[in-house]
């Protein structure tokens, strides 16, 4: 990883899990780093979006339910977190 990029992620990280602030209304929660792997892309060039452990690793969480799971679950797609992320750090697209 380069520096760039580590500042980059920390930076989205301090944002705290995009699910709980903008889906839930609670600000803060820590969080992890989520990969977006849509179409078998490769994980180092990935999106990625911040998760609080939950929300990412646990039974209400992408891996714990599943991509589509988590989807109806939360009624939201983690394309969609992922603008809204993006929205929260000032950038006017979803890609890479």
């Known amino acids: 990883m ?8 920390d930076q989205i990280a301090r944002l705290g899990c995009i699910l709980c602030s903008s889906v839930l209304g609670f600000e803060g929660s820590p969080a992890e780093l989520h990969h977006i792997r849509r179409f078998g892309g490769k994980r180092a060039t990935s999106p990625v979006i911040p998760l609080c452990p939950e929300h990412h690793r646990g039974n209400s969480g992408v891996h ?19 603008e809204r992320v993006n929205k929260k750090l000032g950038i006017g697209t979803t890609e890479g």
Request: net charge neutral.
């Open 64 to 82: 714990g339910l599943g991509a589509k799971g988590f989807e109806r679950k939360w009624q939201v797609t983690q394309e969609e977190l992922l």
């Open 2 to 9: 380069t520096k760039d990029e580590k500042i980059a992620f």
